[in-house]
């Protein structure tokens, strides 16, 4: 029987998940997995990596345990600086010090090491992406506007569930405003509106490179986001 330490938000006494999705999950792996599954709240995680009030789910008690310890992690959270349940500051130490150990994960500290914000999407130039463009302050803006459509979207570089992500009409003034009402979230991307996002996109899963399935998200009928 291996040891699967899962990472994220959970609530505490009595355990229980936040996010149904996150229910939905594990119950799903239950069911083929005979493994012992441990949770640890990345708030109660120190700089050496220890796990204080680990929830064992089988026994329903609570122990302290290292990350070191567990034959594999899965990483079902990690914060933004617009998270509100613990800090980005808290967690990212601790990613790079399991990344830097190597850690054995289901989906590794490494990868949100690497990718840890939306700057990825440079790492793949050959992939098709909708133009995007980094801006890190408002000179050449409208050079840089001129690229694009009628509309385009504003996306904090760092954020995550659609947080902060705007539609708006190609205007100088319009991007403008945006971009200062909002600078705390910043920096920004800015891309290229596709309207056929209102159809949906698709996710594709992958474990171990290998495909597992697909998932299309569609938005609501007054949204872009999906």
Known sequence: MNTL?????????PFDFLYITDRMQIEAMREIRSDRFLFCDWNDVTPDL????????????????????????FIQEVPTKTSTHTSLRHVSPLLEKMAFLKIPGINPAETFVRFSD????????????????????????????????????????????????????????????ILERYATEGPFLLQEYLPEIKEGEHSLFFFNREFKYAMLKKPRVDEFRS
């Open 5 to 13: 330490l899962f990472l994220g938000y959970f609530k505490k006494k």
């Open 50 to 73: 220890i796990c204080h009030d680990t929830y064992d789910l089988a026994r329903q008690v609570h122990c302290n345990l290292s990350i070191q310890d567990a034959d594999c992690t």
């Open 118 to 177: 939306k700057s990825y999407l440079f790492s793949f130039p050959d992939l098709p992406f909708p133009q995007t463009i980094f801006l890190q302050d408002s000179d050449g803006l409208e050079r840089i506007l001129s690229r694009f459509g009628e509309e385009l979207v504003i996306k904090p570089i760092d954020t995550d569930g659609g947080y902060g992500v705007r539609k708006v009409a190609n205007r100088l003034v319009e991007v403008l405003e």
